[in-house]
């Protein structure tokens, strides 16, 4: 009768001591941890997972994994082992997969540590492999295996990145093309992309201002093209790069929300450069030359009138 005060007392004890040992962590738990009031099956050593961190896991990261042990009798115990079998995409950082958990007291508990580095590979998931309860330091006989889950997600934030992929040649009074390139040089992948140009005093957007993308993988990119009017006194004196403030929105594949704005920088040419660098009359659109031959083509129209008048 005394024995069992004595047990039951010692469930009372170890239920609150379970609870504080992960309380505030969020972590995948097994079946395991749900069968408070359940003795082990065999012998009085129950073994489950407690909690990881960090929750979720991160490729190329290390995720620390806490193995509890309980002695759900009141003598204690030696000679315990556990052995952690990880599988893709774990595998420990250091040391002996086996690990002698020590002397457990009665209706007391031992926490095990073990570090695993993430596969930098991995891809987003929840993967799960085996701890075992063994008899010897070599495990040679597995007594009981856990299995345990470890949520895995693709970590860290996006990484784009928006250029100048192409441009007209462009000049104070000009209307022309550019394209804008964006790029995923991040692991995670992308959705629900939207590009927009942003307005400025020195150019007037002609095309749609916003672009909607759509997808974007990791190591990826895609373009988007604009028509922009420069302002007349751009460049007026001096050949000068203006900034094309593009607004960034998209989702990543956590399903967290974005938004950025990237400066891109457009090269718009002076006079004076552009008829040392024989740009003036490049694809006929110069329209300072345009406007010198008509002037010249109405002189000499208005000259030949005139003498044939006086010829008269």
């Known amino acids: 009768m005394k024995k069992s005060i004595l047990f039951l007392i010692g469930l009372l004890m ?12 969020a972590a995948a738990r097994v079946s395991a941890t749900t069968e408070s009031v359940s003795a082990p099956e065999q012998g009085n050593i129950r073994i489950l997972q407690t ?29 315990v082992y556990l052995q952690v079998v990880p599988e893709y ?18 209706f007391g508990e031992r926490l095990i540590e073990y570090d695993l580095i993430v596969n930098e590979d991995a891809i987003e998931g929840v993967y799960s492999f085996d701890v075992q309860q063994c008899s010897d330091a070599i495990c040679s006989k597995v007594i009981r295996d856990l299995a345990v889950s470890i949520s895995v997600k693709t970590g860290g934030s996006p990484r784009i990145r928006v250029g100048l992929e192409d441009a007209s040649t462009f000049f104070g009074g000009k209307n022309g093309d550019l394209t804008i390139n964006v790029v995923n040089r991040g692991k995670l992948d992308i959705k629900f992309l939207t590009l927009t140009l942003l307005p400025s005093d020195d150019y007037e957007i002609i095309s749609p201002t916003e672009v909607y993308i ?64 024989g740009l003036m009359t490049a694809g006929g659109s110069n329209n300072m030359y345009m406007i010198v031959g008509l002037i010249a083509v109405g002189g000499i129209v208005w000259y030949w009138r005139k003498k044939r008048k006086a010829n008269k």
């Open 51 to 79: 909690k990881y961190e960090p929750y979720p896991a991160e490729p190329g990261q290390i995720v620390t994994l806490w193995i509890a042990v309980q002695n759900w009798g009141e003598d204690a115990l030696d000679n």
């Open 89 to 106: 995409p774990f595998q420990l950082t250091q040391g002996n997969a086996v690990q002698e958990v020590g002397k457990v007291s009665g």
């Open 14 to 25: 170890l239920a609150p001591l379970a609870l504080a040992e992960t309380e505030g962590i």
């Open 214 to 277: 759509g997808e974007l993988e990791s190591d990826d990119f895609d373009t988007v093209d604009y028509n922009i009017f420069i302002e007349e006194s751009v460049a007026s004196d001096d050949t000068v790069y203006v900034d094309l403030p593009v607004k960034i929105e998209y989702t990543d594949s956590n399903n967290r929300d974005y938004t950025g704005q990237s400066q891109v920088k457009l090269k718009v040419y002076s006079q004076d450069d552009l008829k040392r660098l």
